[in-house]
């Protein structure tokens, strides 16, 4: 107990190194567990089913690029289930646009049709009722749904009595069976579920790609094990559909992977963030392990004299590991409060158009284990380098020691090689964090200011999926997009009004594949594929699109006329590279059937997807000849667009009052949400790399302090045979460029690579960005320049007396 | 040369002042060898820093050489302590990861000499104090009387006028410590001003005068 007082004292002794320790290991386990329950919430247990490890996603891929995990037909799903023994059972899904009427405001929600096996598949906990019964995913039978627990609380205020009621569902009544936990769904932001309506024809379907397979592996199997299988099954099915099926193949993944996001982007970007974590721990783990060992160094002598009385090189250790573990302990103390502090602050940072996807999002705490892994590495990283000092230093010959201060003035230059090492590690690391944050923040700000010369701060759009049951034929399509067209051009102030089936920058697409007509078709697998936008004649103007050739849609590409599309010069280029576009006729495979058209214009290549690097070939058809049930509108004013927004809404209204829209934004802040994700991404490595850099600081700042502490007689000594404060400054800063400059060099290197990895990783970044971000690394060179000066300059401006006086 | 008028230091604590240099009037000669004594505490080191010019904050008179280092900043007052001084401590202060050599070339790395003037003039050096054999050797395998003739060989190396000694002695045998006075002795009759701080009555009988300094009040 006493000793433990001692302990504490000698702690309070220098409250600078004492609260620089606690500063470490607060930033460095509060960021890591923080960062890491992000991780856990994003990828490693994105919900609460049982089980969840078992479960895998069909990935399909054409010639071996990725088309996504909605890319099953019926047909392959059921030959899947009836040939794969790898899985103990497997479901099916595909998204479905619903939109609830009745009990309140018309309302569009994401839904998803799936198989009767669905909840007892993906291991889902109902709160209230049941799942499906097998026989439910019939045609005639699947009346029956299954809502999320918000849409319980928010729109039936959850009413207890909510099972056998019904619900109004697409203008159908469905009855409500069950109520399911809102982080055990599965897609997690779906808040309908109902079977899927199958008919003997469904089963047929053999290329009506556009469900999602998912499958839970028996105990033991891989996902190595289940995709060789898997790839067996897929050979059979493709000799015998060539025509359709050829270049298909399917990967498993594990399901986790793609809950946050239909691609690996969102694991990615997780698992870089944990690696950035990781490196800010480690420079936490340095900082304190300095310390440690400039506290036990400049204890030296005292240790000598312990072990002249009489002390075992015991006692010493203990003192020092009683110390270690008294700083090391209050420091993982305050690391606990500093995640969930953390944790906090980062769940408030994410708006709600984000974490939907997200469903553990509002539920995030800190990962018990993950704090005590931190805790374990900083308290180790502490305690063993305090006693592994103290250790080594008792071990040198007492006498020796003792006398070491009499006779000669001790550079310590092993010690300090060493804590200069530990610098330098630290200097690398937040450097290469630094550049990485930097790089990341480029990137998504280049993501996000893509558009900014098409002016989307003056653009109003939203977004209506027309019930298919209330639009079932062409005619009531167009009269609602005519209509609606109509009533955009008549507000006042709207100066350019386009209909668009998907809005670039808004996270949908849709593709289609084509052949050019007059050549030989090639197979499926082989066909180009290109974007598809169906839009009406203003939405070039509106979106600031140059024409290269021919001309832009009109109003005379109406129904019923010659079918006419607009092509970009990707497109162009790739299937004319040497003849004009124009006039050439293509053939659009859609679904099952294809229709003819013929190119009128070329435009410029626009992007239409921030994570992709670079334009893609896109197809641009004209909306009143192909009506979409789609429908996005885009009205652009000169006036305040917040009452555009209010207006257009107004408008969709008027020609459908039971028409629910979402996404009722200004486009800029539509594609600001859209990339809410890499904003957060970005800030979030923008804090760690701020953390690092602090504790970098921190860092050289105390090894400077102790080195001048530490060289006091000798600089005292110095001045005394003549040496000017210039002499004894370029000596220390000497000594402090060894030790940064070694650090910035690493860290510029590993800078350098990284700039190389991610430019071809994230759009908008290039690996010339790293030269000017290098430049932001020299600026931490002058922080640690200063944090180098402020200890030197107590030595300097101490009168040589005091500095003689010291030994 | 060097004469101090009124000279008093003190130290602020909190309201009171503790003098520690009281009316100090001291005039030495060219040539000289003094030694500064009293109890612990009187103020010996610090009438020698004072001397020194490593101790800036004092109120009173200093003339070095007829030059009024009262009136002088601190840039003029290192100028001035590089040519004329050199100084020697009771704990030698040798730089253990230097050879002997090395630690005695070390002062004239701060004046501006040429490296192969340096190196005749530490070999010169070298050569008086008898230690050419052990030049490359470093302090810790020296005896403590050796390092602290490496001290005075620094100390020397840039030919001072005055040597401030600060209980040279003190960590020696007697007869190691015989050694060096005979050392300064011999340097007194070449030329160069000696002042040390001493406890010892025999090494101060090496000198030509002594300063009794009690309480900070010099005594005679
Ligand atoms: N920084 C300081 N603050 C306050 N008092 C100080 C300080 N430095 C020295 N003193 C006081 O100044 C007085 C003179 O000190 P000095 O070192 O000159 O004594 P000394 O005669 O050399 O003693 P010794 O023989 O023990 O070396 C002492 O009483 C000491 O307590
Ligand atoms: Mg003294």
Same mark, same amino acid.
Request: glycine content about 10%; charged content about 25%; aromatic content about 10%.
């Given at each position: 107990m006493q000793e433990i007082l001692f302990a504490a004292r000698r702690l309070l002794k220098h409250p600078l190194q004492l609260a620089a320790g606690l500063l470490a290991f607060f930033l460095g386990i509060g960021?890591?567990?923080?960062?890491?329950? =992000?991780?856990?919430?994003?990828? #490693?247990?994105?919900?609460?089913?049982?089980?969840?490890? $078992?479960?895998a996603i069909f990935e399909v891929f054409s010639r071996g690029q990725q088309l996504g995990i909605f890319d099953t037909s019926p047909a392959d799903?059921?030959?899947?289930?009836?040939?794969?023994? +790898?899985?103990? +059972?497997?479901?099916?899904?595909?998204?479905?646009?619903?939109? =609830?009427?009745?009990?309140?405001?018309?309302?569009?929600?994401?839904?998803?049709?799936?198989?009767?096996?669905? #909840?007892?598949? =993906?291991? +889902?906990?109902?709160?209230?009722?049941?799942?499906?019964?097998?026989?439910?995913?019939?045609?005639?039978?699947?009346?029956?749904?299954?809502?999320?627990?918000?849409?319980w609380s $928010?729109?039936?205020? %959850?009413?207890?009595?909510?099972?056998?009621?019904?619900?109004?569902?697409?203008?159908?009544?469905?009855?409500?069976?069950?109520?399911?936990?809102?982080?055990?769904?599965? !897609?997690?932001?779906?808040?309908?579920? %109902?079977?899927?309506?199958?008919?003997?024809?469904?089963?047929?379907?053999? %290329?009506?790609?556009?469900? +999602?397979?998912?499958? $839970?592996?028996?105990p033991g199997i891989t996902h190595a094990q289940a995709e060789a299988e898997l790839t067996a099954v897929q050979a059979s099915i493709i000799s015998r559909y060539k025509a359709t099926h050829e270049g298909r193949s399917v990967q498993v993944v594990a399901l986790n992977e793609r809950v946050a996001g239909t691609n690996e982007m969102a694991g990615k970007y997780v698992r870089m963030l944990l690696v950035a974590a990781g490196f800010a721990l480690l420079i936490a783990c340095a900082n304190v392990a300095n310390l440690q060992l400039a506290r036990v160094t400049g204890r030296t002598r005292e240790f000598a004299i312990?072990?002249?009385?009489?002390?075992? $090189?015991?006692?010493?250790?203990?003192?020092?590991?009683?110390?270690?573990?008294?700083?090391?302990?209050?420091?993982?103390?305050?690391?606990?409060?500093?995640?969930?502090?953390?944790?906090?602050?980062?769940?408030?940072?994410? !708006?709600t158009e984000l974490w939907q996807f997200i469903p553990m999002w509002p539920y995030m705490s800190v990962d018990f284990h993950a704090v005590l892994t931190a805790s374990l590495l900083a308290v180790g990283a502490g305690v063993i380098s305090g006693v592994l000092a103290a250790w080594q230093s008792s071990r040198a010959d007492a006498q020796d020691a003792l006398r070491e201060g009499g006779r000669a003035v001790s550079a310590g230059s092993r010690r300090q090689w060493f804590r200069g090492a530990l610098v330098a590690f630290q200097m690398a690391l937040a450097i290469v964090l630094l550049i990485g944050a930097g790089l990341m923040v480029r990137g998504a700000n280049a993501s996000i200011g893509i558009f900014d010369s098409k002016h989307p701060e003056q653009v109003a759009t939203m977004q209506a999926v027309l019930p298919q049951l209330e639009y079932p034929n062409v005619e009531k399509r167009l009269d609602f997009s005519r209509r609606l067209e109509q009533g955009l051009k008549n507000l006042p102030g709207a100066s350019e009004v386009a209909l668009v089936n998907v809005i670039p920058m808004s996270d949908n697409g849709s593709s289609v594949s084509f052949a050019v007509e007059g050549r030989t078709m090639p197979q499926v697998a082989d066909r180009p594929r290109a974007l598809n936008l169906v839009v009406t004649p203003e939405y070039f103007s509106l979106m600031r699109i140059p024409l290269r050739q021919g001309r832009y849609l009109s109003a005379d590409d109406r129904n019923g006329r010659d079918l006419v599309c607009v092509v970009d010069e990707l497109l162009a280029k790739a299937q004319f590279p040497q003849g004009n576009p124009v006039g050439e006729r293509l053939t659009l495979m859609l679904g099952e059937t294809s229709k003819p058209c013929r190119i009128v214009g070329v435009v410029e290549a626009t992007m239409h997807d921030a994570w992709e690097r670079s334009p893609r070939p896109t197809l641009y058809r004209a909306f009143d000849q192909n009506p979409m049930l789609a429908v996005s509108l885009m009205v652009r004013t000169n006036g305040p667009v917040k009452a555009m927004v209010a207006a257009a809404r107004n408008a969709v209204l008027a020609v459908d009052p039971d028409q629910p829209v979402r996404q009722q934004f200004s486009y800029q802040e539509l594609i600001q949400t859209t990339l809410g994700g890499l904003r957060m991404i970005a800030l979030f490595m923008g804090g760690i790399g701020a953390v690092a850099v602090v504790l970098a600081c921190l860092g050289v700042y105390s090894v400077m302090s102790y080195v001048v502490?530490?060289?006091?007689s000798e600089i005292g000594m110095r001045l005394a045979m003549g040496a000017q404060p210039r002499d004894i400054f370029k000596l220390l800063g000497g000594q402090a460029l060894v030790m940064s400059g070694s650090g910035m060099l690493g860290g510029l290197i590993g800078g350098y690579l990284i700039a190389q990895l991610f430019s071809s990783m994230i759009f908008g970044v290039s690996s010339n960005d790293f030269w000017s971000l290098s430049s932001g690394a020299l600026l931490l060179g002058a922080v640690a320049a200063l944090a180098t000066?402020? !200890?030197?300059?107590?030595?300097?401006?101490?009168?040589?007396s005091t500095a003689l006086r010291h030994d | 040369m060097i004469e101090l008028r009124n000279l008093e230091k003190f130290y602020q604590h909190g309201p009171s002042k503790s003098f520690v240099l009281r009316r100090v009037n001291v005039e030495i000669k060219e040539g000289e060898f003094v030694s500064i004594m009293g109890p612990s505490g009187a103020g010996k080191s610090t009438l020698l820093y004072v001397i020194g010019m490593h101790d800036g904050d004092w109120?009173?008179?200093?003339?070095?050489?007829?030059?009024?280092?009262?009136?002088?900043?601190?840039?003029?007052?290192?100028?001035?302590?590089?040519?004329?001084?050199?100084?020697?401590?009771?704990?030698?202060?040798?730089?253990?990861?230097?050879?002997?050599?090395?630690?005695?070339?070390?002062?004239?790395?701060?004046?501006? @000499?040429?490296?192969?003037?340096?190196? &005749?003039?530490?070999?010169?050096?070298?050569?008086?104090?008898?230690?050419?054999? *052990? *030049?490359?050797?470093?302090?810790?395998?020296?005896s403590g009387g050796q390092q602290q003739l490496v001290g005075?060989?620094? &100390?020397?190396? &840039?030919?001072?006028?005055? @040597?401030? &000694?600060?209980?040279?002695?003190?960590?020696?045998?007697?007869?190691?410590?015989k050694e060096i006075m005979e050392m300064f002795k011999k340097l007194n009759e070449a030329g160069t001003t000696i002042i040390q701080v001493s406890h010892s009555d025999l090494n101060a009988t090496y000198g030509n005068r002594v300063i009794e300094i009690r309480d900070g009040w010099i005594e005679k």
């Open positions: 960021l890591n567990t923080a960062i890491y329950s =992000i991780g856990d919430a994003i990828v #490693f247990k994105p919900l609460e089913l049982v089980g969840l490890q $078992r479960l799903f059921l030959e899947y289930q009836s040939r794969l023994k +790898s899985f103990e +059972s497997l479901g099916l899904e595909q998204h479905w646009d619903v939109t =609830i009427t009745r009990d309140g405001d018309p309302e569009y929600v994401s839904g998803a049709r799936v198989t009767a096996n669905w #909840f007892e598949l =993906i291991g +889902s906990q109902l709160l209230v009722g049941r799942g499906f019964r097998q026989g439910e995913d019939q045609s005639g039978n699947h009346r029956v749904a299954v809502i999320s627990h918000g849409l $928010r729109r039936f205020a %959850s009413e207890p009595g909510i099972v056998g009621r019904t619900i109004r569902l697409n203008r159908e009544e469905y009855e409500i069976v069950g109520v399911v936990k809102q982080t055990s769904r599965f !897609p997690g932001f779906m808040e309908v579920f %109902s079977p899927i309506p199958r008919t003997p024809v469904w089963g047929q379907m053999r %290329s009506d790609f556009d469900y +999602s397979v998912v499958g $839970r592996l028996k312990m072990r002249a009385v009489g002390a075992g $090189r015991w006692p010493i250790a203990r003192q020092v590991l009683i110390e270690s573990l008294l700083l090391s302990l209050g420091g993982a103390l305050l690391g606990c409060l500093g995640s969930i502090w953390c944790l906090d602050l980062i769940k408030g940072l994410l !708006p502490a530490e060289r006091t000066y402020l !200890p030197a300059r107590r030595a300097l401006g101490m009168d040589p | 109120t009173g008179e200093y003339y070095l050489m007829g030059q009024p280092v009262h009136k002088m900043n601190r840039k003029e007052r290192n100028e001035l302590y590089k040519q004329n001084f050199g100084f020697v401590f009771q704990s030698y202060h040798l730089l253990d990861n230097l050879t002997v050599a090395e630690n005695i070339e070390m002062p004239l790395t701060y004046r501006n @000499i040429k490296k192969q003037e340096r190196e &005749a003039i530490v070999a010169d050096t070298l050569d008086r104090f008898q230690m050419v054999g *052990k *030049k490359d050797l470093f302090p810790n395998q020296l005075i060989a620094r &100390a020397m190396v &840039a030919s001072p006028k005055v @040597i401030l &000694a600060d209980e040279p002695t003190g960590n020696l045998h007697t007869s190691q410590g």
